[in-house]
Nanobody, 125 residues
Framework: QVQLVESGGGLVQAGGSLRVSCAAS????????MGWFRQAPGKEREFVAA????????YYADSVKGRFTISGDNARNTVYLQMNSLKREDTAVYYC??????????????????WGQGTQVTVSS
């Protein structure tokens, strides 16, 4: 089993930056594909970014490419999502998710078996 705990959400002004973290336990990052998803009120959960900690390969949604960076710290077994140039439309609950590394990177929420509880990110104008 894999347990995921997000932290670091909060309120930030448009144009600002925020970093959210996801601490994994139960398995090492090298055995996992880690993804970030978000869900705004009244909307479906959408893919944000994913990383294979073992290979370093990353994948981003077009809406965040160039503004967000996903990274992993194998020593801390933690994945980060650095969010820059935030926009109001980035406001959502951000969820961390995991799947086994041999399954490869995927941008579909239903491809991930393990989920954190989510952390709220609110971008004000």
């Amino acid at each position: 089993q894999v347990q995921l705990v997000e932290s670091g959400g909060g309120l930030v002004q448009a144009g600002g930056s925020l970093r959210v973290s996801c601490a994994a336990s139960g398995r090492t990052l090298s055995s996992l594909i880690m993804g970030w998803f978000r869900q705004a009120p009244g909307k479906e959960r959408e893919f944000v970014a994913a990383i294979s900690a073992s290979s370093g390969n990353t994948y981003y949604a077009d809406s965040v490419k160039g503004r967000f960076t996903i990274s992993g710290d194998n020593a801390r077994n933690t994945v980060y999502l650095q969010m820059n140039s935030l926009k109001r439309e980035d406001t959502a609950v951000y969820y961390c998710a995991a799947r086994w590394v041999y399954l490869g990177i995927n941008n579909r929420a239903d491809a991930y078996a393990y989920w954190g509880q989510g952390t709220q990110v609110t971008v004000s104008s």
